[in-house]
């Protein structure tokens, strides 16, 4: 499942030359056309997208180009117009998707709409695939919270409408183990992938890309914009129509063997990230304490703090050992590692 547009609809001819132009890239491929109309931002400053009105200009793309379309909607009333417009897909955003009852607010609009269309008289033989809703995506929260994902998913399940979630990572860093613990509790909702949001980062999605073979995902959500320059939103991670055509030919690739390791390989990569970031962080606030101790006539070893600080890992030891059994990692070990990022975080000092 490909799900390509920009991030969000600006103006009549930027939804229509993007669509134009990522239809010409993608050949007979097929891909959901998106474009944000209300766009929930972190600030109030920034561009909040140009609301109810964006919806005609998907209608035409769609009917322009054979497209099926798709839009975010974070609140009942913006599903309410998403569908009246023919809307085939609705997504819900990581910020609102943190919040549990706009979810469920959500969920009850679409069921209700549905219910609606379903009490008109219609054919007996009338299925739920004649929905006029194919899809509803819901993205990981914006908190790496891998519990309220999969309790969006049972909460838009209700409505009886396809159910696919959207791993756009927390920030600008992946959370694999959280994906994967989706994957693994609910192997039959479809996990796509944006590395868009994921990276936040034009040049970082190739790469990306490569992880829907390794990982067995099942598509991807990518911001394509006709100009990313002059993006209103999220400018830095929109790829040109042409990049997506080559970009594209990752997903195309067979599927790797052995993805459960791969899965892992995911999370630990991402573990060795955060340790030496973690450790790059403690060398600055170490400096910093360098620079103090200088400007104050204090020696950089300090013989009691020292002391406490192995005495506080000997217990986050303790515990450990206590939580995993014995699995847990050595005292010895643990020791061997302090006593390295010590000794160097002194000589950063002196
Ligand atoms: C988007 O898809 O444009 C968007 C706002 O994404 P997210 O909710 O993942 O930030
Ligand atoms: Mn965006």
Redesign the pocket.
Known sequence: MLILGP??AESREQVLLTASQIKDACGERPFIY?A?AW??RTSPHTFQGVGEEALAWLAEAKALYGVETAT?VATPEHVTKALEAGIDYL?I?????ASPMAVSAIAEAIADRLRLIEYRPAAPDRVQTDFPLKGVLI?NP?NEDAGLWIGNIERLEKTGVPVIA?H?GCGHRPCWAMAHKVRTERPGIPLLL?P??LSGEAAKVPELLKKIPELGLDGA?I?VHCSPAEAL??AKQQVTPSAISYQLSAISSQLSDGIELNWLRAEIDELDETLWNTIAARMEVSKRIGEWKKANGVAPLQPERYQQIINKLKIKNYELRMKTGKQSFREEFMMKVWELIHEESLRMQS
């Open positions: 991030c969000a998106r944000g766009k929930p975010e997504w955003g990581a910020r609102t998707s993205k914006v959207v756009r944006d868009s949001h959500m911001e939103s999220d």
